[in-house]
T-cell receptor, first 113, second 116 residues
């Protein structure tokens, strides 16, 4: 498809485990964003990539969260030692470099038991 | 600090009635402004956006929004609501730093319910 693709759509894990969430942006989009959305809340910014580099990672809550985008396309959000409070929908979005419009995927729902 | 405020958590309107959802922003300069809609289990879909120019912008699904600099507002409107408009609506903003955009900040959302 032509949209932003996120996998898995659902992930259930146990407290303390490691989790990876993948985002495949729209082809040609240089900017990629990760957001986290808790129940009843708006999306909360985590990190933004321009190309391969993280242009702004100020939203990552702590050092258990890390994201990479090694070839400037697909990105992986990595969460170590998951906690119950990490349960949320993790949204990925991509954007042409200067158009200002973000195109969102349907999200990966993470549940930490 | 930069912020986006949506004062109404939940609004209920009758089908066919008009709708206005409020949004206020707090930024040092005029940001780029957006409205997104999220239906249950769906991703965020862009309704409309304001970058500059005409302060009344038209979007998809019959929505429009008006930018008012003096009030730091960007309210979303629709003249006649349809049952399918029931969803959660998010206002968002980001700064443009000479072509390099900052991160997009969202409000907490307004849930719209539509009565038959």
């Amino acid at each position: 498809g032509a949209g932003v693709s996120q996998t898995p759509s659902n992930k259930v894990t146990e407290k303390g485990k490691y989790v990876e969430l993948r985002c495949d942006p729209i082809s040609g989009h240089t900017a990629l964003y990760w957001y986290r959305q808790s129940l009843g809340q708006g999306p909360e910014f985590l990190i933004y990539f321009q190309g391969t580099g993280a242009a702004d990672d100020s939203g990552l809550p702590n050092d258990r969260f890390f994201a990479v985008r090694p070839e400037g396309s697909v990105s992986t959000l990595k969460i170590q030692r998951t906690e119950r409070g990490d349960s949320a929908v993790y949204l990925c979005a991509s954007s042409p470099s200067s158009a200002g419009e973000l195109f969102f995927g349907e999200g990966s729902r993470l549940t930490v038991l | 600090a930069q912020s986006v405020t949506q004062p109404d958590i939940h609004i209920t309107v009758s089908e066919g009635a008009s709708l206005e959802l409020r949004c206020n922003y707090s930024y040092g300069a005029t940001p780029y402004l957006f409205w997104y809609v999220q239906s249950p289990g769906q991703g965020l879909q862009l309704l409309l956006k304001y970058f500059s120019g005409d302060t009344l912008v038209q979007g998809i699904k019959g929505f429009e929004a008006e930018f008012k600099r003096s009030q730091s507002s960007f309210n979303l409107r629709k003249p006649s609501v349809h049952w399918s408009d029931a969803a959660e609506y998010f206002c968002a903003a980001h700064m443009n730093y000479g072509g390099s955009q900052g991160n997009l900040i969202f409000g907490k959302g307004t849930k719209l319910s539509v009565k038959p």
